[in-house]
């Protein structure tokens, strides 16, 4: 068997899909390939680059051949776009958001693209570099942000009568927005984009 970066990759990828991050270990990858662990170090030299690589393949499935903002459309919203389909790339994954927020831009060439074409085009739209940095950085940290809590968060819907009563009795400003977004069915995708206009408008 001849084994690249991309067949080890997408052994851990699969890993990811079954188990989860915790379940991407080492040990396993070399069972589910039937190699020993050399084959994989030769390729990877620890597991920060398998995760980077793995992070890089995320990123591919919905942002690949990502380029510069062609100006045809407001930056703002040519960078929404991107922060939807970043969302989408992690939640398409279990821990795909945590994998992807652990990557280094080095490693990853399509999050270090991101945010250089995101910035550039802040900039080339009139903003000064320190207001396009703080735009486009806190756009990425709140994207990296909910999709970890989408993923992580067991959420209100869980809660059985009892629990929701006590919880509208502790918080009921709270319990208010989670009754609002059920009767106007806001979904996760409809709140993250709130957020994005609050950030980038």
Do not use: C
Not at 80 to 97: C, E, I, S, V
């Amino acid at each position: 068997m001849t084994l690249d970066t991309g067949k080890i990759t997408d052994a851990a990828l699969d890993l990811l899909r079954e188990e989860g991050l915790d379940g991407v270990t080492f040990r396993k990858l070399t069972a589910r390939l039937n190699v020993k662990a050399p084959a994989i170090y030769w390729r990877f030299a620890g597991k920060q680059e398998l995760l980077e690589a793995m992070a890089e393949a995320i990123l591919a499935t919905h942002l690949a051949g990502l380029g510069p903002h062609d100006g045809r459309e407001p930056w703002q919203d040519w960078f929404t776009d991107l922060l939807h389909r970043l969302r989408q790339a992690m939640l398409d994954y279990p821990d795909g958001a945590r994998v992807v927020t652990g990557a280094r831009p080095q490693g990853t060439p399509t999050l270090g693209l991101l945010a250089e074409h995101a910035l550039s085009a802040a900039v080339t739209a009139g903003l000064d570099l320190a207001d396009a940095a703080a735009r486009v950085f806190t756009a990425l940290h709140f994207t990296f942000g909910r999709a970890i809590e989408e993923q992580d968060s067991t959420g209100a819907s869980i809660m059985d009568d009892t629990a929701r009563a006590e919880f509208a009795a502790q918080f009921p400003t709270v319990a208010r927005v989670l009754r609002h977004a059920t009767e106007k069915s806001v979904t996760p995708r409809d709140a993250f984009d709130a957020g994005l206009q609050l950030i980038l408008r």
